[in-house]
């Protein structure tokens, strides 16, 4: 048994560094996440190299949940980090309970990445899609409240 155990430990790590890995293949970095203003403010462009590399590998831990979403085009993600995208639910919204998907009126669905609940009473709600200062999308509906998402589809 004990033996049985130390394999899917084994095989749950290999799995998570993989995933990690992979994700940090494609991660942009910070530096070109944030703008010059945003840089500066933080003290982001007074880090080492290795201080950024540092910083780069744990914003990639933290967002593993989001990898598909930063293969999204260039310009997007500049939109959406910029303003954000002002769309609406469709049909009738009670709020989020752990993994609700959001079905949007541009077309686009997004999927819930945090953990909480929301009751609520709405129908097709004005919503924003932004990203946060780790890069991570969130979705905050108008007057309401807000929680991190993915997105699954185009």
Same mark, same amino acid.
């Given at each position: #048994?004990?033996?049985?155990? !130390? ?21 942009? %970095?910070?530096?070109?996440? #944030?703008?010059?203003?945003? !840089? ?12 950024? !590399?540092? /910083? &780069? ?21 500049? !939109?959406?980090? @910029? ?7 469709? %049909? ?6 752990? @993994?609700?998907?959001?079905? /949007? =009126? ?17 129908? &097709? ?12 999308? =969130? ?5 309401? @409240? ?9």
């Amino acid at each position: #048994m004990k033996l049985k155990t !130390q394999w899917s430990l084994t095989i749950l790590s290999l799995i998570f560094f993989t995933s990690i890995s992979l994700a940090s293949r494609d991660f942009p %970095g910070i530096e070109k996440l #944030m703008t010059e203003e945003e !840089q500066s403010i933080s003290g982001v462009n007074s880090l080492s190299g290795e201080q950024l !590399q540092a /910083l &780069n590998q744990w914003l990639i831990r933290y967002t593993a949940n989001d990898a598909p979403t930063l293969q999204i085009e260039n310009s997007e993600v500049k !939109q959406v980090a @910029k303003q954000g995208i002002t769309t609406r639910i469709l %049909g009738e919204f009670s709020g989020w309970t752990g @993994k609700t998907v959001f079905a /949007l =009126e541009n077309g686009q669905i997004w999927q819930q990445r945090r953990r909480g609940r929301w009751k609520t009473s709405l129908v &097709n709600p004005e919503v924003v899609l932004s990203r946060n200062f780790t890069g991570a999308y =969130e979705l905050s509906v108008v007057g309401g @409240k807000t929680t991190g998402v993915k997105r699954i589809s185009p």
